[in-house]
T-cell receptor, first 112, second 117 residues
Framework: AQKVTQAQTEISVVEKEDVTLDCVYE???????LFWYKQPPSGELVFLIR??????QNEISGRYSWNFQKSTSSFNFTITASQVVDSAVYFC?????????FGAGTRLTVKP | NAGVTQTPKFRILKIGQSMTLQCTQD?????MYWYRQDPGMGLKLIYY???????DKGEVPNGYNVSRSTTEDFPLRLELAAPSQTSVYFC????????????????FGQGTRLTVV
């Protein structure tokens, strides 16, 4: 069975600090997809990124970057120069064989 | 384009009552999902469907039932509500591309906050 582990339950940083959210996954499949979603205090789920198992290139989008390493089954998410608006719960998710499983989430608080 | 619509947004049930959470999407997505999110926790997959007439259990299916008679609709049924089912329920949809499986972003509804007392 597939599984996603986000070991960091809560992280608190001061604005402008860099922060990395960890995601470790387990799957037996060779083809799979990894996602990050953001859940702000308003409660909706916002898609951030998708990565397939054959593409280990790291990606940068503005202040966000993602590091995918198949060797360690990790798909970590870094926010550079964090801002108060980044405060949210962040979920890592894994999909294969038609379903999609989420990690428990990491609550990020960015203090001014 | 409405996306994924869930109704109701809020509901209070008494123990033992039943109800159906409605979910409809207008994007012609094949795949649909129901998740529950307990306070301060992550999303747990209840049931999913890869197309009309096909449903499968997820991680926490006990106490729930689903049906998928059309591509657009994926209702979730609670037959005998219990306090342990107090949660926020999210419906999501997506569509496979390329080699299949879920490899595109999922679109989520706004959630249904259910309290069982």
């Amino acid at each position: 069975a597939q599984k996603v582990t986000q070991a960091q339950t809560e992280i608190s940083v001061v604005e402008k600090e860099d922060v990395t959210l960890d995601c470790v996954y387990e799957t037996r499949d060779t083809t799979y997809y990894l996602f990050w979603y953001k859940q702000p205090p308003s409660g909706e789920l916002v898609f951030l990124i998708r990565r397939n198992s054959f593409d280990e290139q790291n990606e940068i989008s503005g202040r966000y970057s993602w590091n995918f390493q198949k060797s360690t089954s990790s798909f970590n998410f870094t926010i550079t120069a964090s801002q108060v608006v980044d405060s949210a719960v962040y979920f890592c998710a894994l999909s294969n064989n038609n379903d999609m499983r989420f990690g428990a989430g990491t609550r990020l608080t960015v203090k001014p | 384009n409405a996306g994924v619509t869930q109704t109701p947004k809020f509901r209070i049930l008494k123990i033992g009552q039943s109800m159906t959470l409605q979910c409809t999407q207008d994007m012609n997505h094949n795949y649909m999902y129901w998740y529950r999110q307990d306070p301060g926790m992550g999303l747990k997959l209840i049931y999913y469907s890869v197309g009309a007439g096909i449903t499968d259990k997820g991680e926490v299916p006990n106490g729930y039932n689903v049906s998928r008679s059309t591509t657009e609709d994926f209702p979730l049924r609670l037959e005998l509500a219990a306090p342990s089912q107090t949660s926020v329920y999210f419906c999501a949809s997506t569509t496979p591309t390329g080699t299949g499986g879920v490899n595109t972003e999922a679109f989520f509804g706004q959630g249904t906050r259910l309290t069982v007392v």
